[in-house]
């Protein structure tokens, strides 16, 4: 009999332990909500420099990867054009594409209400030795002396180069990227409260 008396009086002070902590809690809760204070406003201010320096920290962020190749001719007359020597050749290589953090100290940015407007670098190459030397492809030569001449196979390299640029680095590309980083940097700083998100790429 005495011990069932112990146990009631155990869960009779477990239950008024309980209304106390809820009242405490509520109490808190009214103070809080009377003050003016919002929790969600303070937490946007807290975590932002936060989620901008996670993003900053990718410094080279690929954002599509571009196979690209192109066939580059050289010809040379000599002796009055009374000789002729002719190279061909081909190359192929894959361009890496994305936003070069590294080129930005800081990532800028401006906060107004529940609009942030962020500043990124624009879409650039971000390997600029994007040619791959073990595809390179001889597909037609008059000489191999002149085919082997470091004069003629860097200009034809670098002739190859800016075709490749030319042709992997498009404004489809450009613009499908810009697109992927705009979608990818709004749902991060979204998930902390902004309801806007402005980004403008630095160019």
Same mark, same amino acid.
């Given at each position: 009999?005495?011990?069932?008396?112990?146990?009631?009086?155990?869960?009779?002070?477990?239950?008024?332990?309980?209304?106390?902590?809820?009242?405490?809690?509520?109490?808190?809760?009214?103070?809080?909500?009377?003050?003016?204070?919002?929790?969600?406003?303070?937490?946007?201010?807290?975590?932002?420099?936060?989620?901008?320096?996670?993003?900053?920290?990718?410094?080279?962020?690929?954002?599509?990867?571009?196979?690209?190749?192109?066939?580059?001719?050289?010809?040379?007359?000599?002796?009055?054009?009374?000789?002729?020597?002719?190279?061909?050749?081909?190359?192929?290589?894959?361009?890496?594409?994305?936003?070069?953090?590294?080129?930005?100290?800081? &990532?800028?940015?401006?906060? #107004?209400?529940? %609009? =942030? @407007?962020?500043?990124?670098?624009?879409?650039?190459?971000?390997? /600029?030795?994007?040619?791959?030397?073990?595809?390179?492809?001889?597909?037609?030569?008059?000489?191999?002396?002149?085919?082997?001449?470091?004069?003629?196979?860097?200009?034809?390299?670098?002739?190859?180069?800016?075709?490749? &640029?030319?042709?992997?680095? #498009?404004?489809? %590309? =450009? @613009?499908?990227?810009?697109?992927?980083?705009?979608?990818?940097? /709004?749902?991060?700083?979204?998930?902390?409260?902004?309801?806007?998100?402005?980004?403008?790429?630095?160019?």
């Amino acid at each position: 009999m005495i011990m069932w008396k112990k146990i009631r009086w155990y869960i009779a002070g477990g239950i008024l332990l309980a209304v106390a902590i809820l009242l405490v809690i509520s109490a808190l809760k009214t103070v809080v909500e009377s003050s003016g204070v919002d929790t969600k406003v303070e937490k946007r201010i807290v975590m932002t420099p936060a989620v901008l320096d996670s993003i900053h920290s990718i410094k080279q962020w690929e954002l599509a990867s571009v196979p690209v190749k192109t066939v580059v001719d050289t010809v040379e007359m000599r002796w009055m054009g009374l000789v002729k020597r002719t190279v061909s050749k081909k190359y192929e290589g894959c361009l890496s594409v994305g936003i070069n953090l590294q080129s930005m100290p800081a &990532l800028r940015y401006r906060v #107004s209400g529940d %609009t =942030i @407007s962020l500043v990124l670098p624009d879409v650039c190459v971000l390997d /600029s030795n994007f040619i791959d030397e073990t595809k390179t492809e001889i597909l037609r030569s008059d000489n191999d002396d002149f085919e082997a001449r470091p004069d003629v196979r860097k200009a034809m390299a670098e002739r190859a180069r800016k075709r490749m &640029l030319a042709e992997g680095l #498009s404004p489809v %590309t =450009i @613009s499908e990227c810009r697109h992927r980083a705009e979608k990818e940097v /709004s749902e991060r700083l979204k998930q902390i409260g902004y309801t806007e998100v402005e980004i403008r790429f630095d160019k």
